[in-house]
């Protein structure tokens, strides 16, 4: 996958405690979602970034935000969200950090961002979206939106005291509901 961001280390690498800060524009990939949904960023995003020379690696920390567009659970509307989250890593040397679950790497003077960012939006994303809160969804059968319109099929009653009335009408042979 091509980088989201990359940060040049050259000026800052050399220095203990030197920091660098960093105000720009992010690109991000539509992402496939649960659900088979899809969510589709609305680029560009910002990014805003400060990486300070710790001596045995790089500390990031910073802020990126947008918006995004995710399909409704319940009808599969469009949804427009936006959302604002923050990022704080360690990165070290490829070599060191293979011993610190935590930390991150990077190799010679450029330190790829995109799992920290990645990770940070993907955090924030809710777990349910809905259109409304009051969304009444698809219908189960014919698949109509019932937001905007009304079906005929007879699931939208989910009351099995229905359902047992029902079956015990036909056993009993009465109704006059003719299906043959
Ligand atoms: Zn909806
Ligand atoms: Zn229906």
Redesign the pocket.
Known sequence: MKPIYKVNLASIKDSSGSRMEIRDQITLSNLEWEGERLLKFDNPWWIELEVTNVARGFQVQGKTGGSYQLDCDRCLEQVQLSLETEFNDLFLPESVSKQEEEAKSFTGDEMDLSATIMEAIILQIPLKVLCTPTCRGL?S????NLNNAT???E?ESFDPRLAMLLKWKQDEGGGDDGQS
Request: glycine fraction near 12%.
């Open positions: 219908c059968v014919c698949g109509t079906c005929n099929c699931t």
